[in-house]
């Protein structure tokens, strides 16, 4: 089965971290960029990070640059966000997702076509 696997989310203080990983299987792992996207509530979904394939040049959306890291790890087929200085206003539902497309990575959701289902970051003031 097609699958992305999200998990590493959590609760955590203002300042703090966490590192989330997306394992894939079922698919060409290293034929495909990963994405990441979050969605908190009201607000439209957001695309955070990417990296691309076979480059491994990432992409940073304005608000996290500096404080995101994407990584991918192709032996172990899963891609890690690591989230250093966490803010409250990065509270969302984070989403891994994946696409058959080779080059420069971009976060423009319609374009993928494999996602996770999520897992849920809070960040307290």
């Known amino acids: 089965e097609v699958q992305l696997v999200e998990s590493g989310g959590g609760l955590v203080q203002a300042g703090g971290s966490l590192r989330l990983s997306c394992a894939a299987s079922?698919?060409?792992?290293?034929?495909?960029?990963i994405g990441w996207f979050r969605q908190a509530p009201g607000k439209e979904r957001e695309g955070v990070s990417c990296?691309?394939?076979?480059?491994?040049?990432?992409y940073y959306t304005n608000s996290v640059k500096g404080r995101f890291t994407i990584s991918n790890d192709y032996a172990k087929r899963t891609v890690y966000l690591q989230m250093d200085s966490l803010k409250p206003e990065d509270t969302a539902v984070y989403y891994c997702?994946?696409?058959?497309?080779?080059?420069?990575?971009?976060?423009?959701?319609?374009?993928?076509?494999?996602w996770g289902q999520g897992t849920q970051v809070t960040v307290s003031s």
């Open positions: 997702a994946a696409v058959r497309l080779l080059g420069s990575c971009v976060v423009r959701a319609s374009v993928y076509h494999i």
């Open positions: 079922g698919f060409p792992f290293d034929d495909y960029s």
């Open positions: 990296i691309g394939n076979p480059d491994g040049n990432p």
